[in-house]
Structures are given as structure tokens and as C-alpha cells.
């Protein structure tokens, strides 16, 4: 997400990740939150919502 930067990140970008990730990484996504930057935690939540449907 870094790499990509908050401007470069759209609904596809999100369903991709969201197709990458398995539960284990979604785990440690979640839990690494507080770390993130805001913006990098609104889309992990993001991505979770796509997973989860």
C-alpha cells in the first residue's frame, strides 16, 4: 500500500488485494493497524469488508 500511495488505490486495487489475502494475512493486517498510518488503516478495513462481502 505504501508503494502504491493513498491516491493510487481504487475499488479494484481493494478487490485484488482482497482476492490475495487468506485469513492469516488479514489477521496480521488487522493487528498491525495501530502502526499504520490512517489512511493504510481505513483501507486494510477496506479490504476486510471485500473479503467478508
Known amino acids: 500500500m505504501a508503494h502504491l500511495g493513498r491516491n493510487n488505490i481504487d475499488a479494484d486495487t481493494i478487490q485484488r488485494f482482497a482476492d490475495r489475502l487468506d485469513d492469516r494475512d488479514m489477521k496480521a493486517l488487522i493487528a498491525s493497524r495501530p502502526q ?18
Request: charged share 15%; aromatic share 6%.
Open 36 to 53: 499504520m498510518p490512517g489512511w493504510m488503516g481505513d483501507i486494510v478495513l477496506k479490504i476486510g469488508a471485500a473479503k467478508n462481502g
